[in-house]
C-alpha cells in the first residue's frame, strides 16, 4: 500500500509539472470559428446543448484547472487556458505569471508586459471543456502545462430544466465575466 502511494504521488508531481519548451511561438495559426446555419442540440446528463459555433484550435496549455464541487463541474471538469500566437513563444510567458481560480485565467507581469495587453488578451483564452465521452475526460485531466494540444468541437450555451444556462463568448478580444469559451469537445490530440 506505502508503495502504491508513493508511486501514485510520484506519477501525480510528474503529471502537474509544466514541461519546459523551447523559445518560439509553438502554436501559430489563430482559432477556427464558424457560425453553425442550424442550431444543434446535444443532451448531456440533465443540461442541452446548443451549438453556437464551430470551433477548432491548436494552442499551448498555459494552465490546466480540474473542478469538482461547482455546478459547473457537472459538464466541465476542466478549464484549460490557453495561448495561441506570441502566448505560445516561451520568451514571452516567462514574463507573466499565469494563473487559474474559480473558473478565470489570470495573468500579469511586473514593470512592463512583454506584449502589448491587447494581443496577449487577444491571443490567450480560458476553456471550459465539455468531454464527449469518459475517455476525453480522462484525457483532459491528464494534459500537462506547456503541451500543444489540438481541439475540435463546438461553443455552446448549455441550458437546465430550472433555467440555470452557461453561455460561451464567441469573440477573442473579451476579458473578465463572461469571456470564455465553453467547449463541447469532440476531439482532442496532444503534441
Not at 23 to 50: F, R
Not at 60 to 68: A, C, D, N, Q, S
Not at 119 to 141: F, Q, R, V
Not at 147 to 173: C, M
Request: charged fraction near 25%; proline fraction near 6%; glycine fraction near 8%.
Amino acid at each position: 500500500m506505502f508503495i502504491g502511494l508513493i508511486i501514485f504521488g510520484a506519477w501525480q508531481h510528474w503529471n502537474d509539472e509544466p514541461l519546459d519548451l523551447p523559445l518560439g511561438v509553438v502554436a501559430p495559426d489563430e482559432p477556427v470559428q464558424i457560425g453553425v446555419e442550424k442550431n444543434s442540440v446535444y443532451v448531456q446528463g440533465n443540461y442541452e446543448l446548443k451549438a453556437l459555433a464551430k470551433f477548432d484550435i491548436e494552442a499551448r496549455v498555459l494552465g490546466k484547472e480540474i473542478y469538482h464541487a461547482d455546478r459547473e463541474s457537472e459538464l466541465a471538469p476542466v478549464d484549460l487556458a490557453l495561448g495561441w500566437g506570441a502566448m505560445s513563444d516561451s520568451s514571452v510567458l516567462e514574463k507573466l505569471a499565469i494563473s487559474q481560480g474559480r473558473r478565470f485565467y489570470h495573468y500579469r507581469w511586473e514593470a512592463e508586459p512583454p506584449r502589448p495587453p491587447q494581443e496577449i488578451a487577444k491571443h490567450s483564452a480560458n476553456m471550459h471543456l465539455i468531454p464527449t465521452s469518459s475517455g476525453l475526460a480522462e484525457k483532459m485531466k491528464n494534459i500537462r502545462v506547456g503541451q500543444v494540444v489540438h481541439i475540435v468541437g463546438q461553443l455552446v450555451e448549455a441550458r437546465a430544466p430550472d433555467g440555470w444556462r452557461w453561455t460561451s463568448s464567441l469573440t477573442s478580444n473579451d476579458t473578465g465575466a463572461g469571456a470564455c469559451e465553453l467547449n463541447r469537445v469532440e476531439s482532442l490530440d496532444i503534441r
